[in-house]
C-alpha cells in the first residue's frame, strides 16, 4: 500500500537545468514571491519558481501537484517539471513523462492552456492534466506580471489574450435552477391592496348612506368580494409557502423544484434538435431519501473481500 | 415485510426499509440492522499542514494526518470534494486501516495531529470516535472538519474526545441552506452552541459566492449573532469561492468582497477575522486583542514570525490569547 508522503522533496541543481538549459546559473531561493534567479554570464534572462508557493489552492485529482516552471523575460516559458503529486489514479503518473512536459515549452503566456486544443491529455487522467495545465497558466501570468510587466503600448496592441466577459444577468440566466425569486411577490402586497380595498368600500357606502336598499344589496356584493379575494391570496400562499416554510425535518418526504429546461428528448427517446429558443418550467418532484436500493449480493461479496466494512452502527433504532 | 431502521445521527433521520441507502450513501439496512460501510475503509489518506484545514490557534506549522472516506449527508453545489462525497463506496476503491493502524502511522510521520476532513466526518462517525479514543490516550490531537449537521446526542458523545474543530457556516438564511447545500440552519447553530461549551477549540469559516451570498447585511446579522451567542475569542475565516461542480459559471469572488466582509466582522467587535485562499497584506496575521500588535505572522502555510509565551500569553502585553500553543516551538516541526 502507497502512502503519499512528498511534502518535503528538496530541488536541486539537475532540475533547473532540466527546467532552463540556456542558464549558466542559478541564484538561492528568496523573495516575497520565492523564485530563483536565472543568468547567462551576468544577465538576468529568466525566473524558476514552484507553483504551489505561488498558488498552493490549485489540486490535482487527490492533492496539490508541485510544478517547476521557468520563465524567460519575454514572457514565454521554457520547461516545466513535475517534482512530486499525490494521485492515486493510475493514468496520472504519466504527467511526468517527457512528451507531456515537452508541450509547454516556447509557449506564450497569453495562450490558452486549454486541454484538447492546445494541450494533449491523458486518457484516464483527465483532471490531473487540466490541474497542471491550470496552475501553469495562473502562476506564470501572475509572476510575469510582477517581475516582467508589459509596457502600456504592447498591451494594446500585441495582445492576445481571451477575456471573457463576465456579467450577473448572464450567470442567473446560464444556471438552471432559480432559487432567487426576485420577480413579483405578492405576500407583501396583500396587506395594502386589502386596505386600500377596506377603504374603497367605507367611501362608497358613505356616499350611499341615505338609500338603505341599494347599500344593503351593495354591501352584500362587497363581502362576497371580499371572501373571494381572501381565498385568492390563500390559495397563492399555499403554493407559496415550499419555498417559505422553516425546516421541518419528519415532513414532508419529497419537496419540489422549479427548472428551466429545454426538452432534448422525443416522448419515445429520440434526441431533439434545438430548434426552438424557448424553455419550460417543470415541477419536479424529489425523493429526498431512500435513493435507491442496494444490490445484496455485489455488497456483500465486497464485505466479504474487504473492500466495505460490515460493522453496525452506534446510534439507531428500530421502528414498526 | 423486513425489518425497519431508523438512523438517529443526523436531523434527517431517515427511515430505511431493507436494502436501502441513507442519504450519505454510506448507512445501509442489512438484515435489520444499520451497518456503516466506511468503518476502517478510508479513501484518502495524506499529511498536511494544519493551516490547510484551516486551523489557526492550535500549535501552528505542525503536521495532521489526515483522513476521509467517502459519502456525506449534504450535497452542496459548491463542494470542492465533490468526487469523494458524492459517491458510492461500492463503485471505488478503498485502503483498509483500523484505527490501531491509523494512531501507529501518524506516529511513523511525526505528526500531532490526526485530522478527520475532506469530506464529512458525521458520515463515518464510528470510525472517528474509536479511533479518537485511541489518539488521545498516545497523546495526539483530534481535528475535526465538518459542516456540523448533526443531533446534539452524538455530538456530545464525540466531543469529550476532540481537541480542535472547524465548522462551515455556510450562509445564515434558511432559504440558502436548503437551495443549494440542501440542508437546514438550526441544527447547524445548535452545534456551534454545544462545541462552544465543551473544551474544544471552535473556528468558523465562512465561504462568499458572488451573487449568492454576498450580502454584506446578512454576514453583519451572522457576526453579531457569534458576538452574543458564543463569544469574541472564536476565529472567524473567510474564504474565497473558485467554480467547481455545480457552480462553473459564476466567478471567482473578488478580493475586496472578503475585505470589506472582515472589516465588517472587526466592526461588530470580533477579535480573530481571517481570509483565506488568497494571499492579502494582513488576512492570515493573528492580531493581540489588547495591545494591536502582529503575534503570528503567516504566508500560505508557513509561519514566518511566532511571538506567544509557552503559558499562552501575549509576549508584549501579557494578555491571553485563546488557543493550544507550543511549549518548545522551532524544534519540532
Not at chain 1, 141 to 168: N, W
Request: aromatic share 12%.
Amino acid at each position: 500500500m502507497l502512502l503519499p508522503f512528498t511534502l518535503w522533496s528538496k530541488i536541486t541543481e539537475n532540475d533547473l537545468r532540466y527546467v532552463m538549459p540556456a542558464a549558466t546559473a542559478f541564484s538561492v531561493k528568496y523573495g516575497k514571491y520565492p523564485h530563483w534567479n536565472a543568468y547567462k554570464g551576468n544577465e538576468l534572462i529568466g525566473i524558476c519558481y514552484i507553483t504551489t508557493d505561488i498558488d498552493p489552492t490549485i489540486k490535482g485529482y487527490a492533492g496539490p501537484i508541485k510544478i517547476l516552471v521557468g520563465l524567460y523575460k519575454n514572457r514565454t516559458i521554457s520547461g516545466i517539471k513535475v517534482i512530486s503529486h499525490t494521485e492515486n489514479i493510475p493514468q496520472a503518473y504519466r504527467i511526468t513523462e517527457d512528451w507531456f512536459q515537452l508541450q509547454f515549452t516556447g509557449k506564450d503566456i497569453a495562450e490558452p492552456f486549454i486541454v484538447g486544443k492546445d494541450i494533449q491529455g491523458i486518457t484516464g487522467a483527465t483532471v490531473s492534466a487540466k490541474s497542471v495545465a491550470l496552475a501553469v497558466k495562473k502562476t506564470a501570468r501572475i509572476m510575469a506580471d510582477y517581475f516582467f510587466p508589459l509596457k502600456r503600448k504592447e498591451v494594446f496592441t500585441e495582445s492576445k489574450t481571451e477575456t471573457q466577459k463576465f456579467s450577473p444577468k448572464q450567470a442567473e440566466k446560464e444556471i438552471s435552477i432559480s432559487y432567487t425569486e426576485k420577480k413579483f411577490n405578492p405576500t407583501q402586497y396583500m396587506l395594502v391592496i386589502l386596505i386600500f380595498y377596506i377603504l374603497l368600500c367605507i367611501g362608497i357606502n358613505f356616499k350611499l348612506r341615505k338609500n338603505k336598499k341599494i347599500l344593503f344589496v351593495v354591501f352584500l356584493f362587497e363581502l362576497l368580494l371580499l371572501i373571494v379575494i381572501l381565498k385568492f391570496f390563500k390559495n397563492y400562499k399555499n403554493k407559496v409557502s415550499i419555498f417559505s416554510t422553516s425546516y421541518n425535518p419528519g415532513h414532508p418526504q419529497y419537496f419540489k423544484e422549479k427548472i428551466l429546461t429545454q426538452p432534448s428528448s422525443d416522448i419515445s427517446g429520440k434526441p431533439l434538435k434545438s430548434t426552438s429558443t424557448k424553455t419550460e418550467e417543470i415541477l419536479i418532484l424529489k425523493p429526498k431519501w431512500g435513493i435507491g436500493k442496494i444490490n445484496k449480493k455485489d455488497i456483500e461479496k465486497q464485505i466479504k473481500s474487504g473492500n466495505l466494512s460490515g460493522k453496525e452502527a452506534y446510534n439507531y433504532r428500530e421502528v414498526k | 415485510m423486513g425489518k425497519r431502521v431508523q438512523c438517529l445521527l443526523c436531523p434527517f433521520k431517515c427511515i430505511l426499509d431493507e436494502n436501502q441507502r441513507g442519504i450519505c450513501q454510506v448507512r445501509v439496512n442489512l438484515n435489520g440492522k444499520l451497518v456503516s460501510l466506511v468503518y476502517g475503509k478510508p479513501a484518502a489518506v495524506h499529511v498536511d499542514p494544519i493551516e490547510k484545514k484551516p486551523i489557526f490557534h492550535l500549535l501552528p506549522s505542525a503536521k495532521a494526518f489526515s483522513i476521509a472516506t467517502f459519502g456525506c449527508n449534504l450535497g452542496c453545489k459548491f463542494c470542492q470534494n465533490w468526487q469523494l462525497s458524492q459517491s458510492k463506496p461500492d463503485e471505488n476503491k478503498n485502503y483498509s486501516l483500523n484505527p490501531d493502524e491509523v494512531v501507529r502511522l501518524a506516529k511513523h510521520y511525526n505528526c500531532k495531529s490526526i485530522a478527520y476532513t475532506y469530506s464529512e466526518p458525521v458520515v463515518f462517525y464510528e470510525y472517528t470516535y474509536d479511533t479518537s479514543i485511541i489518539a488521545r490516550k498516545n497523546k495526539i490531537k483530534n481535528i475535526f472538519v465538518s459542516a456540523g449537521f448533526i443531533n446534539p446526542k452524538p455530538l456530545r458523545k464525540l466531543a469529550k474526545y476532540l481537541d480542535a474543530a472547524n465548522i462551515d457556516l455556510k450562509g445564515f438564511t434558511e432559504e440558502y441552506y436548503r437551495n443549494v447545500c440542501f440542508g437546514a440552519l438550526k441544527p447547524v447553530l445548535k452545534t456551534l452552541e454545544i462545541l462552544a461549551e465543551e473544551n474544544v477549540i471552535l473556528e468558523i469559516t465562512n465561504l462568499i459566492i458572488p451573487t449568492l451570498n454576498d450580502d454584506l447585511k446578512t454576514i453583519k446579522k451572522m457576526c453579531k449573532w457569534i458576538y452574543r451567542n458564543l463569544g469574541p475569542q472564536f476565529p472567524l475565516h473567510f474564504s474565497r469561492f473558485f467554480p467547481m461542480y455545480k457552480l462553473r459559471n459564476l466567478p471567482p469572488t473578488p478580493v475586496g468582497t472578503l475585505i470589506n466582509a472582515r472589516k465588517v466582522a472587526l466592526d461588530v467587535g470580533l477579535y480573530f477575522v481571517y481570509i483565506g485562499n488568497v494571499y492579502t497584506e494582513d488576512g492570515e496575521t493573528t492580531f493581540c486583542p489588547n495591545c494591536h500588535r502582529k503575534i503570528v505572522v503567516r504566508y500560505g502555510y508557513n509561519v514566518m514570525k511566532y511571538n506567544i509565551t509557552p503559558q499562552g500569553k501575549c509576549k508584549y502585553c501579557g494578555e491571553k490569547i485563546y488557543g493550544v500553543w507550543w511549549k518548545e516551538y522551532g524544534k519540532t516541526i
